[in-house]
């Protein structure tokens, strides 16, 4: 195993991956906290360790780093959503898709995680109609199970 100046061990693979993405073992050192595929990815997207390091913190990998700094997101925007139980990343995706905190709170409420928010959202859908649409089928398979129906 290779030791960057940190102290971060590397293994033979990280190493052999480092240089097929060109790093060199200086960015392996300045990059320690990360992979090389996270370091070649945030290089080529002009990210520096220190911005990295600072977004990690906040829960995010490079692939939603990037997503989030080219939404004009600031790292304190993910805080909130995760004191609200959240993944991290979904803070993006819902800054992506133009969806608020109170939003996202009420549709999980209701039982809809973010992803499916998001898509219901854009496909033109208000909580009360996907509710609405969810329970219907259930209202209806109780009501012919409980009247002796058979399946």
Do not use: N
Not at 21 to 28: E, S
Not at 120 to 130: C, D, N, P, Y
């Amino acid at each position: 195993m290779a030791e960057t100046a940190s102290g971060h061990a590397r293994t033979s693979g990280e190493a052999a991956e480092a240089r097929a993405y060109g790093l060199t073992t200086d960015d392996l050192s300045d990059w320690a906290a990360f992979s090389p595929i996270e370091i070649y990815w945030a290089l080529k997207h002009g990210l520096t360790s220190r911005t990295a390091c600072r977004w990690a913190r906040e829960g995010l990998r490079i692939c939603d780093t990037v997503r989030a700094i080219a939404l004009g997101m600031s790292p304190e925007e993910v805080r909130p959503w995760a004191d609200a139980g959240f993944a991290p990343s979904d803070s993006v995706e819902a800054s992506e898709m133009g969806i608020p905190l109170e939003a996202a709170l009420a549709w999980r409420e209701a039982g809809f995680i973010l992803p499916d928010t998001a898509l219901l959202i854009h496909e033109g859908w208000t909580l009360q109609e996907a509710v609405k649409a969810r329970y219907e089928g259930i209202a209806h398979e109780h009501w012919y199970r409980s009247a002796g129906h058979a399946t």
